[in-house]
T-cell receptor, first 109, second 114 residues
């Protein structure tokens, strides 16, 4: 059974304080690892898909990286509008998307 | 980017009534759509996979007679919660794959059953 564990569960940062969110996974036949941002009361917003170890993708202040066991979402010089829950999910050989429980990120002005 | 739209975003109904939620892919065709349920401060749980022109595939523990799914066209899937009860109150979200392999989600529908 595919499993996704995200840490930390919650993270509070000062504006401008860079940090990383972790997503550890076990999956049978990884077809893709997804990162999403979810604001309260909204559906997840697509950020990145990573397909193989060593791959990196960037979007504004966010950078996602992937190894064979985990993925990191690095946030550089965050702003208050980056506050949200960040979800990681894996898509494996069972053709199902398995989500982690997310990291609630709060950026303090 | 691709857009998936859900309607209604919020619905309140009385216990025993049925509620229909629509999920549309606005700028792409989706042969497969997915329905998720999310409880407060928990992650998304897959309920069922909706297949255009055929029966939906339900996850273990999901009552197919309570959660009716219809995927009548390449851009529309509907979830009907039949004879809703307070325990069915939740946030329901649909999603769909694009041809480019990205999975986009709708804005979600908050169901409250009184």
């Amino acid at each position: 059974e595919d499993q996704v564990t995200q840490s930390p569960e919650a993270l509070r940062l000062q504006e401008g304080e860079s940090s990383s969110l972790n997503c550890s996974y076990t999956v049978s036949g990884l077809r893709g690892l997804f990162w999403y941002r979810q604001d309260p009361g909204k559906g997840p917003e697509f950020l990145f898909t990573l397909y193989s170890a060593g791959e990196e993708k960037e979007k504004e202040r966010l950078k996602a990286t992937l190894t064979k066991k985990e993925s990191f979402l690095h946030i550089t010089a965050p702003k208050p509008e980056d506050s949200a829950t960040y979800l990681c999910a894996v898509y494996g050989g069972n053709e199902k998307l398995t989500f982690g429980t997310g990291t609630r990120l709060t950026i303090i002005p | 980017g691709a857009v998936v739209s859900q309607h209604p975003s919020r619905v309140i109904c009385k216990s025993g009534t049925s509620v229909k939620i629509e999920c549309r892919s606005l700028d792409f065709q989706a042969t497969t759509m997915f329905w998720y349920r999310q409880f407060p401060k928990q992650s998304l749980m897959l309920m069922a996979t909706s297949n255009e022109g055929s029966k939906a595939t339900y996850e273990q523990g999901v009552e197919k007679d309570k959660f009716l799914i219809n995927h009548a066209s390449l851009t529309l899937s509907t979830l009907t919660v039949t004879s809703a009860h307070p325990e069915d109150s939740s946030f329901y979200i649909c999603s769909a794959w694009t041809a480019g392999g990205e999975l986009f989600f709708g804005e979600g529908s908050r169901l409250t059953v009184l």
